[in-house]
């Protein structure tokens, strides 16, 4: 079976039409003190999992408000983000529209990022959901900020799923680890107001990771 380990999951070709990737963490930051946040989140009982209509363990609602959001940040900072991406967050905030506890999940949820250091960037893409997805404001996380936004909505829609069509993204994945680590460092600069400390961390992460991945990986 070939694989290929991250510090994060596994890479397996278990089928020759479909990627799977198994994850011993569902998400991380590479701020250290971030991570240790989002790690205690994952195993207190606000990180809730439940089965779905196919007997599949997997995050309950309440929790993918937190969950999707850091993945969407994390892709931000990796390498782009797409509007489908942006359109699983819509279908998780219409799903919570109905729950009895909605004013206190939204509440909840926000706040859990805020202390995770997303703040702002959450609030740059309620932005978005609005403008794109016509998202009503009580299912709003936070008050959405435009400024914020556009800049997300422009890289969203330059470099498009996973930023394949932004020219500013070469580099990224190919050459020197050095040189993609610089170059994903002077991609980012223009992110720093949405967490300076995850964009100032990733350098040093990168750099640990590709050690970590010759002993490992």
């Not at 009580?138 to 069509?165: H, P, Q, V, W, Y």
Request: charged share 25%.
């Amino acid at each position: 079976l070939e694989c290929k380990a991250t510090a994060a999951h596994v890479e397996c070709k278990l089928f020759p039409d479909t990627e799977v990737e198994l994850h011993a963490l569902p998400a991380f930051l590479r701020c250290p003190w971030n991570q240790r946040k989002l790690e205690r989140w994952f195993n207190s009982p606000d990180w809730k999992i439940t089965l779905n209509g196919m007997g599949m363990r997997v995050p309950a609602v309440e929790s993918d408000l937190v969950y999707m959001m850091v993945h969407m940040y994390h892709h931000i900072l990796m390498e782009g983000l797409g509007l489908r991406q942006l359109m699983d967050y819509f279908f998780v905030l219409k799903a919570i529209a109905a729950s009895p506890t909605k004013e206190d999940s939204i509440k909840a949820s926000y706040d859990e990022l805020s202390r995770l250091g997303m703040g702002r960037f959450s609030s740059g893409i309620m932005w978005v959901m609005r403008e794109i997805f016509d998202l009503p404001d009580e299912l709003m996380l936070c008050e959405a900020e435009e400024k914020t936004g556009r800049l997300l909505l422009d890289e969203i829609l330059t470099g498009g799923n996973f930023g394949r069509f932004n020219k500013n993204n070469k580099g990224l994945h190919s050459g020197p680890a050095i040189g993609r680590i610089l170059n994903r460092l002077k991609r980012n600069m223009r992110f720093l107001t949405l967490g300076p400390w995850e964009v100032l961390c990733s350098p040093f992460w990168s750099l640990w990771h590709w050690f970590w991945r010759k002993r490992y990986g």
